[in-house]
């Protein structure tokens, strides 16, 4: 995991509470998706290194691990304790059923309990309720596949990992049919956007080079929010620099203009002005655009694009790159005005 003395320092000090409405993806642990809006405070993370206050505009995910809580630990040791003797099968179920029950976070409990010295015999323990039968009955419970991820952990800014215990119960989703409130042991993985208000009629996102990059076909376009009607006009703005290590690890701005890894400055190589039509082909770095989720449309906006709508449908933007590499850095801020 990447993190700075400097990063850890400023979270250290940040405590704001503020509520923010964030759009989100949930990837449940029955393999099933649910996206839709709710209403989240800054994350707080108790970590090994102390408690940090993370601006839940700066969370890009959160992996929601086994977790561990000390009542749960010292139920889950007596009846481990019991299941790992040579009792009767009476007795050994009754611990059995109750250790099963304890729910997800009874997994770290018998984590431990393996993994100690003191509680290794050389007896072999035999029949229906066994740990090994106990820990096999909550993976499947639970859709547990690696039992080693005990912390929560998450990714600031699309780059820095941080793991500890982000603790809530459930996170209330309104989604397209209705308002869910789903159970944090059922979520694996929590995608967060957020899209900071501007002024009037303008919206600012992050296109994050690690991730919203056009050739990427899990999650490479950013779904805006805005939905734009047929003949309806906006404009595109971006600014910052990313560095594309499917390219070399080359600099690119959002007009297309980049640096090689020698140094040489490359300007755009066509013509990227406020009227742009919008039917040019994009060239690598550019910031592109598409309409309706199911377009194959890729549009180019560049640094600076005023457009019209020629159909309905949610404006979507992202990275022109065909291939996509996980190892790509930086972003680029993007500002989205209606007319």
């Given at each position: 995991m990447k993190n700075t003395t400097l990063l850890i320092s400023l979270l250290i000090t940040t405590y704001s509470f503020a509520?923010?409405?964030v759009d989100v993806k949930l990837n449940l642990r029955d393999g099933s998706t649910i996206s839709g809006t709710t209403i989240m405070n800054d994350v707080i993370l108790k970590t090994n290194y102390g408690q940090l206050s993370v601006p839940i505009q700066n969370v890009s995910t959160i992996l929601v691990g086994i977790g561990k809580e000390k009542?749960?630990?010292d139920k889950a040791l007596q009846c481990l304790k019991i299941v790992n003797a040579n009792g009767s099968?009476?007795?050994?179920?009754g611990a059995y059923d109750d250790l099963v029950s304890l729910g997800?976070?009874?997994i770290s409990a018998i984590n431990d309990f393996q993994a100690d010295p003191k509680t290794n015999t050389d007896a072999e323990i035999t029949g229906d309720y066994t740990i090994d039968n106990a820990l096999a009955d909550l993976k499947g419970k639970f859709n547990i596949?690696?039992?080693s991820k005990i912390n929560d952990v998450i990714t600031i800014d699309n780059e820095y990992t941080m793991g500890g215990a982000y603790e809530f119960t459930k996170l209330d989703v309104k989604t397209e049919y209705g308002n869910l409130s789903i159970p944090k042991e059922k979520i694996k993985i929590i995608e967060i956007s957020y899209s900071e208000p501007g002024n009037g009629n303008e919206t600012i996102l992050k296109l994050s080079a690690n991730k919203h990059i056009s050739g990427n076909t899990q999650g490479g376009w950013l779904k805006t929010g805005i939905v734009l009607k047929q003949g309806q006009k906006f404009m595109i703005?971006?600014?910052g620099e990313v560095t594309l290590a499917s390219l070399s690890n080359q600099k690119y701005k959002p007009d297309g203009a980049y640096v090689s890894t020698t140094g040489t400055v490359y300007p755009p190589t066509t013509a990227n002005d406020e009227y742009t039509s919008g039917v040019t082909y994009p060239i690598y770095g550019n910031v592109v655009y598409k309409i309706g989720d199911a377009s194959y449309d890729v549009l180019k906006a560049g640094a600076k694009f005023t457009g019209t709508a020629k159909t309905p449908g949610m404006l979507l933007i992202s990275i022109y790159e065909t291939v996509y590499n996980a190892g790509n850095t930086g972003s680029y801020s993007v500002k989205i005005s209606l007319k």
């Open positions: 509520q923010k409405t009542t749960i630990t099968d009476e007795t050994k179920k997800v976070k009874a596949e690696d039992v703005t971006a600014t």
